[in-house]
Each structure stands twice: as structure tokens, then as C-alpha cells.
């Protein structure tokens, strides 16, 4: 899945990805990560989300890291903050008080440029991502981050009857990724109302991952 294939997905609008308030298993459990105020919560392939409005609301500090740069320009404008925007290796950067998003591929974000990372919001990277890439994605993640916990959002359907994005990553998977390096936690599912882009049944199911590594 080549890069353009989600710029032009922003650039046409067809974004039926991104949800018009905040997820809902976010707001029941990210508290079980057991957070303080002011800590720095990584969100990789973040899009507009906004999710990012209401960490921002419970007092934490984020950061993001975002393919397609108009996203991150509808995201701050919509947040309301004017950015400064600098380059960063292969990435540009857009700050404000208490958000950074880097727009370039993930795979240039260094643990350098991120930070402390406290802990890792995953709603739509993992499950956007197919599955040749979802191995190095999630160790990727698990260095730049050093293993910081996360609340993971998946979605499970019968992919032979839709192509993703999003893609299919049931449970086994979920451990195949991060068994050896987190303790995994079941928290909730449930059923995707009408179905995964109208189209198939599906469920979405919330995750928290605390490392293992002593």
C-alpha cells in the first residue's frame, strides 16, 4: 500500500475512517493506563482524530505522526491553534502548546523526535496497515516508544468478503505482535453498528497493553 494511496484518500475526502467525536473506548478506559496529568501520549497514524481534543481536555500532552499533511492542517485548524512548522530529518513538524504531530512516514519517527513517550493511543494505525507491514510497524512502535503501554483498538470480520482498510487483526494476531513484550488485557468488544462501512459484520474490540519486560 503505496503512500498515495491515503493522500488521495484525504484529498478526495473519502474518509469514512475518521469519526466526528471521540471514540467511545477511549473515553471509558484510557484511565486504566493510569496516567498523570501531563504526560506525553504518542498517536501514530492519527490523522484529524478527535480523539486528540479530548486528551488534550483531560490534561495530558500529545503527540502524533501523520502521512497526509492536509489532515494536519484541518487538525489544528479545527483544534483552533495556529502552528509553527519546522523540519525535523524527513519529517515536518507541527507544534503547538501541548501537541506535536510529525507528517511524513512513520517509519522516519525516531524515538529522538518523539520524546518520553508515556503511553501509545493505537485506534486506526495498526488495523490501517496490511499485513506485510503490520510486523514492522509493531516493532517499530515497541522501539521508539520503549514499551510504553497502550490502549489498542482492532477490528475483527471476514476479510475475504471486504478489502481494508481497515484490516482484519483479530486476537491471535494482537499476541503474535506483542505477546513476547506486553502483558495483554482484554477490556470490551462490541458489535460495529450497521456493520464495517455499512457493508460487513464486524467487531471492535479495546485493548491494554503493559510491558513485560522487567
Known amino acids: 500500500m503505496e503512500a498515495s494511496f491515503w493522500q488521495q484518500k484525504w484529498e478526495r475526502g473519502e474518509i469514512a475512517f475518521h469519526e466526528s467525536e471521540a471514540n467511545p473506548f477511549l473515553v471509558a478506559h484510557f484511565e486504566k493506563l493510569n496516567l498523570t496529568k501531563g504526560c506525553l501520549v504518542f498517536l501514530p497514524l492519527c490523522g484529524k482524530t478527535r480523539d486528540f481534543s479530548w486528551l488534550l481536555a483531560c490534561g495530558y500532552r500529545v503527540v502524533g505522526a501523520e502521512l497526509s499533511e492536509l489532515a494536519v492542517n484541518e487538525l489544528f485548524k479545527e483544534l483552533g491553534l495556529e502552528p509553527q512548522i519546522?523540519?525535523?530529518?524527513?519529517?515536518?513538524?507541527?507544534?503547538?502548546?501541548?501537541?506535536?504531530?510529525?507528517?511524513?512516514?512513520?517509519?522516519?519517527?525516531?524515538?529522538?523526535?518523539?520524546?518520553?513517550?508515556?503511553?501509545?493511543?493505537?485506534?486506526?494505525?495498526?488495523?490501517?496497515?496490511?499485513?506485510?507491514?503490520?510486523?514492522?510497524?509493531?516493532?517499530?512502535?515497541?522501539?521508539?516508544?520503549?514499551?510504553?503501554?497502550?490502549?489498542l483498538i482492532s477490528y475483527e470480520y471476514d476479510q475475504l468478503l471486504m478489502d481494508g482498510p481497515p484490516f482484519s487483526v483479530n486476537e491471535s494476531e494482537v499476541k503474535r505482535h506483542y505477546g513476547d513484550t506486553y502483558q495483554l488485557q482484554f477490556v470490551e468488544s462490541k458489535s460495529v453498528a450497521g456493520g464495517l462501512k455499512g457493508k460487513v459484520a464486524s467487531t471492535e474490540t479495546a485493548w491494554l497493553l503493559r510491558s513485560s519486560i522487567k
Open 86 to 151: 519546522s523540519k525535523t530529518g524527513k519529517l515536518v513538524r507541527y507544534s503547538a502548546k501541548d501537541i506535536d504531530i510529525f507528517v511524513g512516514d512513520i517509519f522516519d519517527v525516531s524515538a529522538e523526535y518523539l520524546g518520553a513517550i508515556s503511553a501509545i493511543y493505537d485506534r486506526a494505525a495498526l488495523v490501517a496497515l496490511p499485513s506485510g507491514i503490520r510486523e514492522r510497524y509493531t516493532s517499530h512502535l515497541i522501539n521508539i516508544t520503549c514499551t510504553a503501554p497502550q490502549l
